[in-house]
T-cell receptor, first 115, second 108 residues
Framework: EAGVVQSPRYKIIEKKQPVAFWCNPISGHNTLYWYRQNLGQGPELLIRYENEEAVDDSQLPKDRFSAERLKGVDSTLKIQPAELGDSAVYLC?????????????FGPGTRLTVT | GQNIDQPTEMTATEGAIVQINCTYQTSGFNGLFWYQQHAGEAPTFLSYNVLDGLEEKGRFSSFLSRSKGYSYLLLKELQMKDSASYLCASAAGNKLTFGGGTRVLVKP
């Protein structure tokens, strides 16, 4: 079974530039999460989708971050414009349902460096 | 609100046992997860505890005390490949809140 796929794996951009990350969850997983992980810290939830609906985006900085999951499968996370403090690893995860008795399966992440 | 606390770093010798403690203060708590994360890789699921007590899975065991807001992950017969960060995460509703992770260094 293929795992969660993310691209790109690494991205280096200058501040004020836009950037987008793509995630393909495990087939059949209805719930998709985007996390941000700063160096030496645990992942912090940015947004959670149930199918195509964003059911928890309370931690998403909406002034510069946006996300979409148009057909309830793939998802894109965008930052525009990027700031130096956005440098982090952006992790995508999926689970079969929104219930927490199911563990979340994480992708390898996109390491973003903003210069 | 949610507050997760775990040590930043631990060092142990190959073949030994290490216990990683985690305390949490979580409203609407409904479970405690442990994940392993090797440097530069994705977190991978290790265990889930929702009831008090010890869950054993091979060399890894996880314990939960809901009344104390306390969990630990026990790693036995340490191997070099166990060098990684171990993330404690509390569940509330449909949300996971992660601690900062404990970096475990296994020495020969």
């Amino acid at each position: 079974e293929a795992g969660v796929v993310q691209s790109p794996r690494y991205k280096i951009i200058e501040k004020k530039q836009p950037v987008a990350f793509w995630c393909n969850p495990i087939s059949g997983h209805n719930t998709l999460y985007w996390y941000r992980q700063n160096l030496g810290q645990g992942p912090e939830l940015l947004i959670r989708y149930e199918n195509e609906e964003a059911v928890d985006d309370s931690q998403l900085p909406k002034d510069r971050f946006s996300a979409e999951r148009l057909k309830g499968v793939d998802s894109t996370l965008k930052i525009q414009p990027a700031e130096l403090g956005d440098s982090a690893v952006y992790l995508c995860a999926s689970s079969p349902t929104g219930g927490l008795t199911y563990e979340q399966y994480f992708g390898p992440g996109t390491r973003l460096t903003v210069t | 609100g949610q507050n997760i606390d775990q040590p930043t770093e631990m060092t142990a010798t190959e073949g030994a046992i290490v216990q990683i403690n985690c305390t949490y203060q979580t409203s609407g708590f409904n479970g405690l997860f442990w994940y392993q994360q090797h440097a530069g890789e994705a977190p991978t699921f290790l265990s889930y505890n929702v009831l008090d007590g010890l869950e054993e899975k091979g060399r890894f065991s996880s314990f939960l005390s809901r009344s104390k807001g306390y969990s630990y992950l026990l790693l036995k017969e340490l191997q070099m490949k166990d060098s990684a960060s171990y993330l404690c995460a509390s569940a509330a509703g449909n949300k996971l809140t992660f601690g900062g992770g404990t970096r475990v260094l296994v020495k020969p």
